[in-house]
C-alpha cells in the first residue's frame, strides 16, 4: 500500500478536501495519513480538530505551529515552526506522497519542508490568483515545488505550464467545492433557523471577510465601511463566519464580536460553521459578501450573487452573478442593492459556472495511483511553452 499523507490547517480547507480524505481511507490500494494543523488546535478558532474527528477519520499527528500574534513577524515565525514540525513529522510518517490544497502559509512551510525531503507533492489549485493576498506568491511558489497538479479550470492549467510544468501532470478536475454541494444531503431551511438561531426571513446575508495582507492598515478602515454599509440596508439579516488567522485577522473578529453584540435581533457569528452548516445556509441566502473564494467558487452553484469587496479575489475567474466593488461603503450598499434585483429578477437562473461538474474526487484518486505505480522522477525539466 502506498502512505499517502493530507495536510490541513484550516476549515474551509478541510471542507473542500474531505471528500479525497474519504476516499483515499477507502481505496484497497492507499493508507490515509492525516496531518492537522494551524487553526484547527486554536481555541481562538473554534478546535476544528474535533469536527474532523466527528467525522470519523483518524488524526495520525497534530502540529501546534501557530503563535499568538497575527502581525508579519508573528506569521513569519509559525511559519518557521511549521516547516521544523513538518520535516520531523514527515520522518516520522514517511509518506509516498503528500496532498496539499491551496495557498496559505501554513501549506507552503509543509511543501518546503517535504520538498527539502524528496516526497512528491500533488497540490490542488495552482494556476489561481488572488492579487490582494501574500498567498498569490505562495501559491505559485507551491506548483514549482509540486510534482502533480489539479486545477479547477483549462485557464489555470495553462498559467500552470506557463510556470514552466510539464502538461503531462497538469489536469483540470474543476472545483472540489462542487463536488461537495452535489453530494452533501444539505439541512433544510427549518434546520438551519434551528442551528443559526435566526429566523431566515427578509434579506439575508452571508458575510465572510478576511485580510487584504499585501495591504497595511487597511483591515479595520475596510471592514468598518463594510459594517456601516450592512446598517444602511433595509431589512438585512447578517450571519458571519469569522476571519482565519491571516495578519490582522483578529482585527476583523473583534469587529464582528462587537457588531453582533450590538445587533442580536438580527446578526449572528460563527467561528467555524463547518462545511454542511455553511453550504445549506448559503443555499438559503440571498447574497454572500466579502471576500472569500467561496463567493466565487461556491455561491454561483447555488445561483446566489455575490458581492466581492476589494482586491483580495481579484484575478479569479468568476461567474456572471458576482459583482466586483471598492471596499467603499456607497459602493458597497449599491452593489448589495443590485445583488439583491438580480437575485429576485430571476436572472441568474441557470448561470453557466466555469468550476466544472462536481466529479473531482475520483480524478484526482486516479491521476495519484497512476503516478504512484509508475517510476516517480522528482528531477523535473523546466517546460518551455
Known sequence: MKRICIITGTR???GLLKPLIRKVKHDEQLELKLIVTGMHLSPEFGLTHK???ADGFKIDEKLEILMSSDTPIGISKSMGLAMISFAECFARIEPDMIIVLGDRYEVFSAVSAASVMRIPIA???GGETTEGAIDEAF?????KMSYLHFTSTEAYSKRVIQLGEDPLRVFNVGAIGVENIKTLKLLSKQEVEEAIGLKLNGNIALVTFHPVTLESNTTERQFRNLIRALDNLEDMK???TKSNSDTDGRIINQMIDKYVNDNKEKAVKFTSMGQLLYLSTMKYADVVIGNSSSGIVEAPFFEVPTVNIGDRQKGRIQADSILDCSPNKEDIMNSVRKALRIKFSGKIKNINNPYGDGNVS??????IKEALESQINIKKRFYDT
Open 123 to 125: 497540490h490542488l489549485y
Open 12 to 14: 474551509a480547507e478541510y
Open 139 to 143: 501559491r505559485h511558489s507551491i506548483t
Open 362 to 367: 475520483d480524478k484526482i484518486i486516479i491521476k
Open 238 to 240: 447578517i450571519i458571519f
Open 51 to 53: 469536527e474532523i474527528e
